[in-house]
């Protein structure tokens, strides 16, 4: 292959990554100020070459055909690898840019991540941000996600990730709950109580609870359920009974005295308690995109932990 077809190659290629990013000829070809049709022919040209189809087309979307997969990985880590290169030769000038497919829990995206989200789109202007607040696990090779917020003891393997932050959860109610109906000196107390927790699962409504050795489970009830933290929240507020919170949500609340903690003395655990990393596909070469975003994520989370 001579040096002018290798360049066009590499040119398709990231016409290709591109397009798979953004889901779209047209956002694509505006992004790298083309044509959809300029788009459409180097992704032929690109398939010609290999050999095989590797977009499945339809009036409504479009996904990676079967087997391409791999094929983007690898158009994805030349283009960063080709990045990089340009980096450390001090000839690369511009600011990231390109589109960030980012997974993140519901709670934790609107609460931490999405209120910094205009200083990162103003620091960065070639960059743009596709936000998934989804609690459901996403697969990141399967759905193009470049970056995922979990919560998980490690990266699991095929991932690379940064910690970002350490996400622990309460048991609240206001004075005026707790005036009312007793202040809980135990665990089992809680039985007693009227209990707001998650309600996806059959095990949200069994609180488990540590403090040194000891460890016992509750079977709480309670007339309210809900499965957002804003919404425990203001039930909370509202001295409906006592509830689950993440730390970032209640903090506010603590902090003013409109709620106090309850059964301070244990560590209350649940599934969605640990350490939030940020994970991406492993790769040789960080696309600059995406180190902005992680570098700036742990930046403004630091203070969160």
């Known amino acids: 292959m001579s040096t ?12 290709f990554v591109r397009v798979v990013e953004t889901g779209s000829f047209s956002e694509a070809a505006r992004q790298m100020a083309v044509t959809p049709s300029a788009a459409s022919r180097a992704v032929a040209r690109l398939e010609k070459a290999l050999g095989q189809r590797l977009l ?16 983007f990985e690898h158009c994805r880590d030349m283009l960063n690898a080709a990045q990089a290169a340009l980096e450390a030769s001090g000839r690369q000038g511009e600011e990231p840019r390109g589109t960030l ?13 999405h209120p910094h989200m205009p200083e990162f789109l103003e620091r960065y202007p070639q960059v743009d941000v596709l936000l998934r607040l989804e609690d459901r696990y996403m697969d990141l090779y399967d759905e193009q996600i470049d970056l995922a917020i979990r919560i998980t003891d490690q990266p699991p393997p095929g991932l690379m990730g940064r910690r970002l932050l350490r996400i622990d959860h309460l048991l609240c ?50 007339r309210y359920a809900a499965n957002n933290t804003g919404v425990r929240l203001d ?39 640990g350490d939030a990393w940020a994970l991406y596909p492993r790769t040789r070469h960080v696309a600059p995109k995406l180190k902005a975003l992680l570098d700036f994520l742990g930046e403004r989370l630091a203070t969160s932990r």
């Open 4 to 15: 002018n077809q290798a360049q066009y190659l590499l040119n398709e290629m990231a016409v």
């Open 56 to 71: 499945q087309r339809s009036t409504r979307k479009l996904r990676l055909s079967e087997n391409a997969q791999d094929v």
């Open 101 to 113: 497919r980012v997974s993140v829990p519901k709670a934790i995206g609107r609460a931490l991540v």
């Open 173 to 222: 109610a206001t004075p005026e709950y707790l005036a009312a109906h007793g202040v809980p000196a135990q665990p089992q107390d809680l039985k007693a109580h009227n209990c707001i927790y998650l309600g996806e699962e059959p095990s949200d409504s069994r609180w488990k609870f540590r403090r040194g050795e000891q460890s016992t489970t509750v079977q709480v009830r309670g």
């Open 235 to 273: 039930a909370v507020l509202r001295h409906l009974g006592i509830g689950s919170l993440p730390r970032f949500t209640a903090e506010q609340a603590l902090a003013e005295g409109r709620i106090v903690t309850v059964l301070p003395d244990w560590t209350f655990q649940t599934n969605y308690s």
